[in-house]
């Protein structure tokens, strides 16, 4: 993702007026429109809030007046968001039935009014049949668990549905999922062979269903429904209800304020999973992984609140909170039976800075000629920062920039010879980020254009002379690789800075804006909410909840200082490998609502150096390589297992050719990976035997420090970036 920080004065400005507009608007706005709920025997007949109804004519307005788009919501957008909202619910055509479908099919022009009105009725009424229909397949499948199947029977289950019609008959759904059972209780009995055991297991999981099920909310119907409404307009402008925009803002960060322990629900208790060092939890020396907390109160004199039972989602809502206030916890020791008495303990909440979350360093050791060359691999996961302590002053926030650069100065210090940027999978983030990253490598300049819904164009550019690492770099990216990081691979390329190496990127050049809902909802709005639906938590980037969520809303789109878009497009390697991602399946390419590709005029900026002289050199050295190296041919065997098995669509159920498949694919998978390891000089594995840790089993990255040892033993070297005009 591609987020908008205050680095772009046209935006800010923008959305200053944006606010007051909105604010405005909302404190004239009527009260929503009423909802007409029709009940549905055999669901939880979840129905939407009067703050729901407020918050989607809000997002309505929002995306219509200031989405980057400017589409019109009308009966043909609102087909699309009925197509998405049924897929999103049942894309395997494995719940509903065809006579559901032409139920809800009075529906698919009629949602782009029930949005502007506020009225959820309608959205509800289709996830509540969908809930029903769940409940009744789970039911009917625990009651076949206990019959006896013919396993030696020629059989095929077809698993993957969601190009075949909707089934028509309760009897055809029957008979799908009595096939689901016996796929489930086959698969179970290869394991092991304990029918009775088996039966118990897939009872229980079936059960676990259904509870699960039982614990959704309301909040999640919304989500599913403003997905598929704000999905239908453009991909990345996206709705967060207030848990969601808590998770969203963590990741944007890296960082939390709470107790420092991730947590899950097991056997319906949240139990501690891990404990991050130095953090509250720790600290405490009471409390370790596989604990169980039942009870949670506030301050040193709140009510316990039981939470046995509950989502771990709304568990953890009310364990963060803000840094310095207290919580304390009732928990019950692993291991400790449930009727004990449960200890205390009780913590002062910080702020948790997440490590693995953020960017990392190795040094990788390569020999050119007899020479030890050392390559320096920085792997970014995301463009993050800490925009509360960035707009309190702290000098010292944290940031992908801060990190990279810290990093930097350390591998100098280690006499490394080139350097490896890795961001594959780096899906983006702060668009401040992107530009100041990409400053630690340039001395000034122009690092992207963004062009507004006034057809604006603003060129944004690193000011600061200061250069921290001038030496041979390159850009390792792949098709997860999105948004920010193609703004900085592609200034990277454009000035001629390092090579890009991997495969094509995503291909997203939009901008977004995050708007907190609880500024734009006016007070009085607010007031009437709460007195209803009672009131929240305020949203802060470190994890605490918000009232209204939070809206992500595309208000640019980015070219590169050459004036092209990566919209669609992307970033073209210099040097390509094979895709394992399907490039047919993810990309911004195959979204129906992205925007399409343009170009605009280039920038006025000077290039630093030229690869085009020794690219073909490197090219052929790879290919050389490539053409010998047993990784490569593994790798390109594994794309096109991908491939063939990505096609199946059935499995048989019949136990001797079932388990004949799974042994030759167990062996197969068992002789390629000890292959694999033995190309990359490791130790083949005996069976059973388990696989060391932090291994290095990453062909790619150690050919990307290859093709940078060649590189810099060639003659032909980069021009020095302390040599850059300024621009």
């Known amino acids: 993702m591609f987020y908008n920080t205050p680095h772009l004065t046209t935006v800010k400005d923008m959305f200053k007026k944006l606010y007051l507009l909105l604010v405005l608007a909302t404190a004239l706005a009527c009260k929503a429109s009423p909802s007409k709920p029709v009940k549905v025997t055999g669901s939880n007949d979840l129905q939407p809030d009067e703050q729901q109804s407020i918050v989607c004519k809000q997002v309505a307005a929002l995306i219509a007046n200031y989405n980057y788009k400017k589409v019109e919501l009308n009966d043909s957008v609102s087909a699309i968001i009925y197509d998405r909202y049924i897929k999103s619910l049942d894309e395997n055509h494995s719940y509903f039935l065809a006579s559901d479908i032409k139920d809800f099919e009075k529906y698919k022009t009629v949602l782009d009014d029930d949005i502007k009105a506020g009225n959820l009725a309608d959205a509800f009424y289709i996830f509540n049949v969908f809930q029903k229909r769940y409940i009744e397949h789970v039911k009917y499948s625990i009651e076949q668990i206990n019959k006896s199947f013919d396993f030696n029977k020629t059989e095929t289950f077809v698993y993957d549905r969601d190009k075949l019609p909707w089934i028509a008959t309760q009897a055809d759904m029957d008979a799908m999922w009595t096939q689901r059972v016996k796929y489930d209780l086959l698969n179970l009995k290869l394991a092991k062979d304990d029918m009775a055991k088996n039966r118990e297991t897939l009872k229980k999981r079936y059960e676990n269903l259904l509870t699960q099920t039982n614990k959704l909310s309301n909040q999640d119907v919304f989500q599913y429904f403003m997905d598929a409404f704000t999905e239908a307009i453009d991909p990345h402008t996206n709705y967060f209800n207030p848990s969601n925009a808590a998770n969203f803002n963590i990741e944007m960060t890296r960082q939390v304020e709470g107790i420092g322990a991730s947590l899950q629900v097991e056997n319906e208790y949240v139990t501690i999973k891990t404990i991050v060092p130095g953090g509250p939890a720790d600290k405490s020396h009471q409390i370790s992984v596989d604990d169980r907390i039942v009870a949670v109160a506030q301050g040193k004199t709140g009510e316990f609140q039981n939470i046995v039972g509950w989502r771990v989602d709304n568990a953890i809502a009310i364990i963060r909170g803000t840094k310095g206030t207290t919580v304390r916890l009732e928990i019950l020791p692993a291991g400790a039976n449930a009727s004990s008495k449960p200890k205390v303990v009780e913590m002062v909440r910080e702020k948790i800075i997440l490590k693995d979350q953020s960017a990392k360093k190795e040094i990788r050791t390569y020999n050119s000629n007899g020479k030890t060359v050392k390559i320096g691999v920085i792997s970014i996961p995301a463009f993050y920062i800490d925009f509360n302590d960035y707009k309190a002053g702290n000098p010292n926030y944290k940031s992908t920039t801060h990190d990279v650069k810290a990093i930097l100065d350390s591998l100098k210090k280690e006499n490394i010879d080139g350097l490896v940027i890795d961001l594959r999978e780096n899906g983006g983030g702060s668009l401040m980020e992107a530009i100041e990253l990409t400053g630690l490598f340039i001395k000034t300049g122009p690092v992207v254009q963004v062009r507004d819904t006034k057809d604006q164009v603003e060129v ?268």
């Open 460 to 727: 944004d550019k690193d000011e600061d002379p200061a250069v921290t690492y001038t030496g041979p770099m390159a850009v390792l990216v792949d098709r997860f690789s999105a948004s920010a990081s193609e703004i900085f691979s592609g200034a990277i390329q454009d000035y001629g800075r390092g090579l890009i190496l991997g495969t094509q990127t995503y291909g997203k050049g939009s901008v977004q804006s995050p708007i907190d809902l609880d500024r734009v909802i006016g007070s009085s709005l607010r007031n009437r909410i709460a007195s209803v639906v009672g009131g929240a938590k305020k949203t802060t980037s470190t994890g605490s909840q918000s009232t209204y969520g939070q809206l992500n809303l595309t208000i640019a789109k980015f070219y590169r200082i050459s004036g092209n878009s990566t919209q669609h497009k992307g970033v073209t390697p210099d040097i390509s490998f094979p895709s394992v991602i399907p490039l047919d399946k993810y990309g911004e390419d195959t979204e129906p609502s992205a925007m399409p590709f343009d170009i605009i005029a280039k920038t006025d900026y000077t290039k630093i150096g030229d690869f085009s002289t020794v690219l073909p050199q490197l090219k052929k050295l790879h290919d050389q390589r490539m053409a010998t190296s047993d990784s490569y041919k593994y790798l390109l065997e594994d794309i096109a297992d991908f491939k063939k098995h990505d096609a199946d669509d059935s499995i048989s159920l019949k136990e001797s050719d079932l388990k004949k498949q799974r042994d030759e694919d167990e062996e197969k998978a068992f002789t390629r990976n000890n292959l694999r390891r033995v190309a990359l000089g490791l130790p083949a594995l005996k069976k059973g035997q388990p696989k060391p840790k932090n291994e290095d089993l990453d062909f790619v990255k150690r050919e990307a420090g290859q093709i940078m040892t060649d590189y810099i033993s060639l003659d032909n070297k980069l021009t020095s970036v302390g040599s850059q005009p300024a621009n």
